[in-house]
């Protein structure tokens, strides 16, 4: 299956090449992109679609039948058009649509494929098109929600932990069909809003049987499953009276001993249950979840079973989380709101991505992180979602867009290659995230002339079109 998805007005390719504009977005005018079984495999202009790929003959006058062809949701078209775009030529391509499937077609429709070597043209109408949004932080199998608690946090009632132990009881006790059944929402959601690659934690079982079913399930709609088991200290360790001893319950002792209990749950039965469903492991490094020592126990067993790291750090206060990432070679260390000028060098230094996660302080009316100072430092910086019932439950990253935008110091195209290019390097795929030879085409066709309407009309549905993988998928 070949498709040219041309007179696109702006292709945002994040490949960086002489000629193009923008800096790391990479921006074509009037360009094309050629796609065949899933990849791209051309892009450029789109009057150059002809002689840089001599076998597509670009015919600007025929664009509107174009348009009507792939671009259309009415099946019979679509279906008509492979029919009637595909015959084998044995002379390679060069030979005109025959009477037979003009005779199927109507006449501008033949016009418009001569040489009838792509099975589809998509005209995107002068639109801006990008790559499709790559979520690296999501918390998407999980039962219930918290709409209440939201609610009293907004009318300005204190957080009251236990917001948490809600889900995890509400996710224990779902069946696996109802989490499954959930799930693909969430994707058809994700699809919708433009995002094409996703990461999905568990982290709402918190025993080794729920775990596992969490990782699983993930696993079933992404490659990107990330084992959060270390997410928090599950109430059942908590409230154990073994480890109230002397001290009573409820110490900072008690609590130490409960959690270094249930960390070595985390790195023994429940990792070897769940690494095999999971590329990834990841730990709550914060005051009141996890210390960096217990991270670290984590984080290097994890390591240990093969995945790579990722992080939870520095979200509500500072903390030893970004540091203990760097020192792991994590991939990425998500949150990053509370950083002190050693924090901000360490990840300059490093590898690691710098995943900010505006959402959460949208919900929870937190300060925001200071992208613009991370940016400035040379960090590489992605946006994501965090989509999870508690502190960010939503799933928009043109949302997290414009709020990066508004109050983060992001200008648009930074804004843009966070959640394209920079969600790719925080999963350290080269695969998406850009649009270029070789990657998988994830493209959305935005309702826009520009990317940057992405946050200059925030709240406004401007995802068109997406494909992921080659495929329509919204
Ligand atoms: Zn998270």
């Not at 989490?179 to 709402?204: C, M, N, P, W």
Request: charged share 25%.
């Amino acid at each position: 299956m070949r498709t040219l998805i041309t007179n696109i007005g702006e292709l945002v390719t994040n490949d960086p090449a002489p000629g193009r504009e923008d800096g790391p977005l990479g921006i074509v005018r009037d360009a094309a992109v050629l796609v065949e079984d899933g990849v791209v495999t051309w892009v450029g202009r789109a009057a150059d679609a002809s002689s840089a790929h001599p076998s597509v003959e670009f015919r600007p006058s025929g664009l509107a039948q174009g348009a009507k062809i792939d671009g259309s949701r009415d099946a019979s078209e679509r279906a008509d058009v492979s029919g009637t775009t595909r015959p084998e030529s044995p002379s390679g391509g060069e030979r005109p649509l025959g009477r037979t499937q003009r005779a199927e077609g109507s006449s501008a429709r033949a016009d418009l494929l001569p040489n009838a070597v792509v099975d589809a043209v998509v005209d995107a109408g002068g639109r801006a098109v990008i790559p499709g949004f790559v979520d690296s932080h999501t918390h998407l199998v999980f039962g219930g929600d918290r709409a209440d608690e939201f609610a009293a946090r907004m009318a300005g009632r204190a957080y009251e932990a236990g917001g948490i132990r809600s889900t995890v009881a509400a996710t224990r006790a779902a069946t696996d069909d109802e989490l499954r059944a959930r799930l693909a929402v969430f994707v058809t959601e994700l699809h919708v809003q433009g995002t094409t690659t996703f990461e999905i934690k568990s982290g709402y079982g918190l025993s080794v049987a729920d775990e596992e079913r969490l990782v699983r399930l993930a696993r079933e709609v992404t490659d990107e499953v990330t084992f959060l088991g270390a997410h928090v200290v599950p109430f059942e360790f908590r409230e154990d009276p073994r480890f109230a001893a002397a001290d009573g319950a409820g110490t900072p002792e008690a609590a130490a001993r409960a959690a270094d209990a249930y960390v070595d749950l985390v790195v023994g039965e429940m990792l070897d249950a769940c690494a095999p469903h999971a590329r990834w492991v990841d730990a709550f490094c914060e005051r009141g979840a996890f210390t960096p020592e217990q991270s670290r126990r984590v984080l290097e067993a994890g390591a240990a079973a093969g995945l790579g790291i990722r992080v939870h750090g520095n979200q509500l206060g500072p903390g030893g989380g970004v540091r203990l990432a760097v020192e792991l070679g994590a991939a990425s260390v998500d949150h990053c709101t509370y950083l002190d000028d050693a924090d901000v060098a360490a990840l300059a230094a490093s590898d690691t991505v710098a995943t900010l996660l505006p959402g959460v302080e949208f919900s929870t009316r937190q300060p925001y992180p200071d992208a613009r100072r991370l940016i400035d430092a040379g960090v590489t910086v992605a946006l994501a979602s965090d989509c999870n019932p508690g502190s960010s439950f939503t799933s928009s990253l043109p949302f997290c867009i414009a709020v990066a935008v508004r109050d983060m110091g992001l200008t648009p195209a930074e804004a843009l290659w966070a959640s394209t290019a920079g969600g790719a390097l925080a999963l350290r795929r080269t695969d998406v995230g850009a649009i270029r030879p070789g990657a998988r085409a994830d493209l959305v066709e935005l309702d826009a002339p520009s990317h940057v309407h992405l946050a200059y009309r925030p709240g406004v549905p401007l995802v068109r079109r997406v494909w992921a993988a080659g495929e329509l998928v919204a």
